[in-house]
Every structure is written in structure tokens, then in C-alpha cells.
């Protein structure tokens, strides 16, 4: 195992080039599962306690009051709400009045409404992505499509701003690769420029009003039960958090599928059974969010450790999804493993808002891609973000071999 300096480094962007560091990651947790990290980037803050254990990260998570969200959940030190409040970075009692403001238009009746429109889209994306002989790019022309459409739906927004949200996202949440973030004052004007962009939708629903979460908010006359700024706050939120993490889960599923052939053949001779648990596998798989971080509100012993009130915790959702103490062989990718405890949508009052939407999606596009593909072959090495806060991909070069 390399260790960097004193430090065993799981934190750094760069150690995210070549993907998660497996093997530290395991190391923490048989010999450090709350290990003292130092980083030394200028984006991100100096020192946090890294939680690699699946019962710890489950048990940090399920108690706010010790574990606060409101000063960020990110390890950057100027995050989105520095600029407007959104519900991902509140307690309670404003995380609970938000979220139930916004649950409505999240519940699996709504989103299971959608489920034949999204049907539709995703054979849309399939066919367009398959009309080259094959050959195509798993997060272009699929991984990235399927989401934005998505969540364009969700917002009632046009779909042709799905571009402009793509690139507003990708620097928000993968700000620590200069592809995304050129320069510092990146991150900010994408924030302003989702915020301007939410100001946009709301004036066009007050005058078309429509069957969509923005449209429902907007009270009879107008009027809106959040302030502005929560509101704004609450579009941005929508807008970047259901994008590359569902975009990833999908891509690192058809690179998971092109790896592990004998999978595929497993989801295609009896979809009806594996359909389920192969969208859960691909999301643990995936794990598309490394890290959330939470700040301790007073002095608190875990697993032996001191931590103070004011520290920084990163609870790492990806080595949790690894812990040998709570899968059966976790490195092996198994479209029937079940039970599947994963923690990739986070656990406890926080836990992932758009989960059930983001499983309708896969499951969408893995019904789309079966019946015609009978493997997928991957054409070159793929890039990977620079990122220790999103694991992921930025291309992933496929072709579909025809059944
Ligand atoms: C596979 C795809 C996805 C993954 C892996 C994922 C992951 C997560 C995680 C880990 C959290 C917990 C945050 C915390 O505890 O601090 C979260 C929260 C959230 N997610 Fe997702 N997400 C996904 C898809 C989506 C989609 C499609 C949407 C909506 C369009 C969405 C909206 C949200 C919102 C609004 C929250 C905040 C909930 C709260 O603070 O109460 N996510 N997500």
C-alpha cells in the first residue's frame, strides 16, 4: 500500500485519476476507520476525519444534532451555500420545512408517472446513440442525455437548455478538474448563473403554468411558500444533484457491463428477475458520490477517536459500498446480489431526495439496451474526472454488438 507523506491520502483529486483508491480505502478501514486526514489543496479545507466503515458511515448519518450539514457537505471551502440556502446544507427545523415543500413533487406515485414517458426517452437515447454501427460514447451520448432530459421534465424547462445545465453542473460539482472549472472564478458565475436561471423558470410558470414541481410550488396567485433565495437555491440544487450522479451510476454500469460480459448475459437471459437488483448493483458499483461531509456541533468519541466540535467528518460512501463487513465479496460486480445495502443515496434525514427517479431512469435505459445488444465492448482506456467528491467519468469510448 503507498502512502503520500504521512498521510494516507484518499482525499486529494488526484488520487481520483485512476479511480478510488481501493486498496487505502480498505486499509483505513481494517486499521483507521476515523482517520485524522490532512489535504493540502488550496480549494479545499486542511483536515477532516475520514468514516470508511459502512455501520459508521450509517451511524454519523442518522444523527444530525452531533452532525451538522449546515455549514456545507462538501470539503470545498466556498461552496453553493455561501451564495444561496439550499436543503442538502440545512438542519432542521429549515431542512424539514423544505423538504416537504419539495417531497411532493418527488413521491414514487409522481415519479412513477413518469416511468413511460421516461421509456420512451431512454429508447430515444438508445436508438440515436446506436445509429453509428454501434459504436458510441456511454456518458455523452447516453449517460449525460437521460438525466438532463429528466430532470428538465421534473422543472417543467425546456428541453435544449439541457446543454446549458450540463455545463453549469459539471463545474459545480466537479470543480476541482480545470476542464470543468478553468479558472477560480468558475464555480461562482455558474452559481450566479443558475440562480438567474431558477428567477427565469418561475416568471415563465407564473405565466404557462404546467404539470411540473416548479408549476406546483407557485401558489394560485403567484406566490411562492420559500423565500427567493431559498427558492433559487432549491433550483440549483435540483438542477446539478441529479445529474452527474445519475449520469455516472449509468456510466459506470455499462463499463461495469463491458468488463463483467458474463453479467450481461446473466440480466438478458431473465431481465424480469435481475432488472432490480442489476440498477442496484450499477448505483453501489458506481457509487457516484465519494464523500458528504458534515461538521460536528460539540465533542464527540468515535471508534475511538476525539473529534471537536467545529471538525470537519467525510463520511466515504464508496468504501462503505466496499466494507467486506457488510457485502458478501463487495469487489465483485453481481446484477443478482441481494440484499444490496448500499449507501451511494446517502442514509438518514438527508438521504437522496431523487432515488426513486434516478432508479426508474436506469431501469429505463438497461430495458431499452437489452433486448438489441448482446454485449458491449469498450474501444479505448477511459478518462476519469478529477475529483475526490464525484467519481466520475468523463468519456467512456463503447460499441454495442447486435443480438
Ligand atoms: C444515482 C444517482 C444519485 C446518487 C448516487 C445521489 C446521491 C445522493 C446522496 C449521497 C445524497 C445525500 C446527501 C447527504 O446526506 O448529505 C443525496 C441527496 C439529494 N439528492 Fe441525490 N443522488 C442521485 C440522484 C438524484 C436525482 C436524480 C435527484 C433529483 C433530481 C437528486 C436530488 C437530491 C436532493 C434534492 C438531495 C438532498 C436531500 C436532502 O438534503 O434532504 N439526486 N443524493
Known amino acids: 500500500m503507498t502512502v503520500v507523506g504521512d498521510t494516507v491520502d484518499v482525499l486529494s483529486p488526484e488520487v481520483y485519476l485512476d479511480g478510488p483508491p481501493w486498496e487505502r480505502l480498505a486499509w483505513l478501514r481494517a486499521n483507521a476507520p476515523v482517520y485524522d486526514h490532512r489535504l493540502d489543496d488550496p480549494l479545499l479545507v486542511d483536515r477532516c476525519w475520514v468514516v470508511s466503515r459502512h455501520d459508521d458511515v450509517r451511524a454519523v448519518s442518522r444523527d444530525p444534532a452531533t452532525f451538522s450539514s449546515a455549514d456545507g457537505i462538501h470539503l470545498r471551502r466556498t461552496a453553493t451555500h455561501h451564495f444561496r440556502p439550499n436543503m442538502i446544507n440545512m438542519d432542521d427545523p429549515d431542512h424539514s420545512r423544505v423538504r416537504k415543500l419539495v417531497s411532493g413533487g418527488f413521491t414514487p406515485r409522481v415519479v412513477r408517472a413518469f416511468e413511460r414517458h421516461y421509456a420512451d426517452l431512454a429508447r430515444g437515447v438508445v436508438d440515436k446513440a446506436l445509429a453509428n454501427g454501434g459504436a458510441f460514447d456511454g456518458v455523452r451520448d447516453v449517460a449525460a442525455e437521460l438525466p438532463l432530459l429528466a430532470i428538465c421534465e421534473v422543472l417543467g424547462a425546456p428541453e435544449a437548455d439541457r446543454f446549458r445545465i450540463f455545463g453549469w453542473s459539471n463545474t459545480l460539482l466537479s470543480s476541482e478538474d480545470p476542464e470543468y472549472a478553468p479558472t477560480p472564478e468558475a464555480f461562482q458565475e455558474s452559481v450566479m448563473a443558475m440562480v438567474a436561471y431558477a428567477g427565469e423558470l418561475a416568471e415563465r410558470r407564473r405565466r404557462e403554468p404546467g404539470d411540473d414541481?416548479?408549476?406546483?410550488?407557485?401558489?394560485?396567485?403567484?406566490?411562492?411558500?420559500?423565500?427567493?433565495?431559498?427558492?433559487?437555491?432549491?433550483?440549483?440544487?435540483?438542477?446539478?444533484?441529479?445529474?452527474?450522479?445519475?449520469?455516472?451510476?449509468i456510466a459506470h454500469g455499462l463499463h461495469a457491463f463491458a468488463a463483467h460480459p458474463d453479467q450481461w448475459d446473466v440480466l438478458r437471459s431473465d431481465p424480469a428477475a435481475?432488472?432490480?437488483?442489476?440498477?442496484?448493483?450499477?448505483?453501489?458499483?458506481?457509487?457516484?458520490?465519494?464523500?458528504?461531509?458534515?461538521?460536528?456541533?460539540?465533542?464527540?468519541?468515535?471508534?475511538?477517536?476525539?473529534?471537536?466540535?467545529?471538525?470537519?467528518?467525510?463520511?466515504?460512501?464508496?468504501?462503505?459500498n466496499r466494507d467486506e463487513a457488510a457485502f458478501a465479496a463487495p469487489e465483485r460486480f453481481d446484477v443478482r446480489r441481494d440484499p444490496n445495502h448500499h449507501l451511494a443515496f446517502g442514509f438518514g434525514p438527508h438521504f437522496c431526495l431523487g432515488a426513486t427517479l434516478a432508479r426508474i431512469e436506469l431501469r429505463a435505459l438497461l430495458e431499452a439496451m437489452v433486448p438489441g445488444i448482446a454485449s458491449l465492448e469498450l474501444t479505448a482506456p477511459v478518462r476519469r474526472v478529477r475529483s475526490s467528491f464525484l467519481n466520475g467519468l468523463k468519456d467512456l469510448p463503447l460499441r454495442a454488438i447486435p443480438a
Open 274 to 320: 435481475t432488472l432490480d437488483t442489476a440498477v442496484e448493483e450499477m448505483i453501489r458499483w458506481a457509487s457516484p458520490v465519494n464523500y458528504m461531509s458534515r461538521t460536528a456541533t460539540s465533542d464527540v468519541d468515535v471508534q475511538g477517536q476525539k473529534i471537536r466540535a467545529g471538525d470537519k467528518v467525510a463520511l466515504l460512501y464508496a468504501s462503505a
Open 213 to 249: 414541481l416548479v408549476s406546483a410550488l407557485l401558489g394560485p396567485d403567484g406566490d411562492l411558500p420559500l423565500t427567493d433565495a431559498e427558492f433559487e437555491g432549491l433550483v440549483l440544487l435540483l438542477l446539478a444533484a441529479g445529474n452527474e450522479t445519475t449520469r455516472n451510476a
